[in-house]
């Protein structure tokens, strides 16, 4: 596993326009986009009776962990589980895939064909659902427009429309009630890269406004209300 950079922030709506211009003239669009540029997620987030994982965030520690399942554009045909870790803005991603069927599975609360198996990101998941009690917490759905450049390996991705699913966890449940968590003021822009960003892209997201900030949709839509 390559561990790659990851660096978020808050930005209006006018840096985004002005953002995604000049990213559009050099930069292409991310392979899930639709005709309109964009694509939605729809993640299930697990964490711990004390709620360890959103703690863990809001505190500022440097190193955590988290697990979620996620499919885009509702097509849940394509199932990823992934286990996310970071040390500071430093981040690696371990995924596989998973079938719809053993999602519900883990949502029913039958997991032991995790322990069973020989995918080890299942074994992982298995072993943290059994000593730190994770379980599916909360729905995250969010709309993305995501540009890629060779050159470094840099994502830049722009995040709207982040919903909470509150209590539920029926990730398949198309008509769960969500409720909107972003203020439509501000948009969420995120930068990924290995190894090094280059000038041109580093130029090309500048803002008079723009600091990097503790930023978490999960953490987001867990807060919601509070």
Do not use: W
Not at 117 to 123: C, D, H, T, V
Not at 144 to 161: H, I, L, M, N
Not at 180 to 186: K, M
């Amino acid at each position: 596993m390559q561990l790659r950079h990851e660096v978020k922030h808050y930005i209006n709506v006018g840096d985004f326009v002005a953002i995604r211009s000049r990213l559009s003239h050099l930069l292409r669009l991310d392979e899930h986009a639709r005709a309109d540029g964009t694509y939605t997620i729809r993640s299930l987030y697990f964490d711990d009776p004390d709620d360890r994982v959103l703690l863990e965030k809001i505190n500022g520690l440097d190193h955590r962990t988290k697990f979620r399942i996620r499919f885009y554009n509702g097509d849940a045909s394509f199932i990823r589980l992934e286990k996310k870790t970071r040390d500071g803005t430093l981040c690696t991603k371990q995924s596989t895939s998973i079938a719809r069927d053993q999602c519900e599975r883990i949502m029913g609360g039958d997991t032991r064909f995790l322990g069973a198996s020989e995918q080890p990101l299942f074994a992982d998941l298995y072993a943290h659902m059994g000593i730190a009690l994770l379980r599916p917490r909360t729905i995250v759905d969010y709309v993305r427009e995501a540009y890629v450049f060779a050159p470094g390996d840099v994502r830049v991705t722009f995040d709207t429309s982040v919903r909470t699913g509150l209590s539920s966890t029926d990730l398949f449940e198309g008509t769960v009630p969500t409720v909107e968590t972003l203020d439509r003021r501000y948009v969420i822009l995120e930068v990924k890269y290995k190894g090094f960003l280059p000038d041109i892209v580093g130029d090309m997201i500048q803002t008079n406004e723009r600091r990097a900030s503790a930023v978490s949709k999960y953490a987001l839509c867990r807060m919601f209300g509070l």
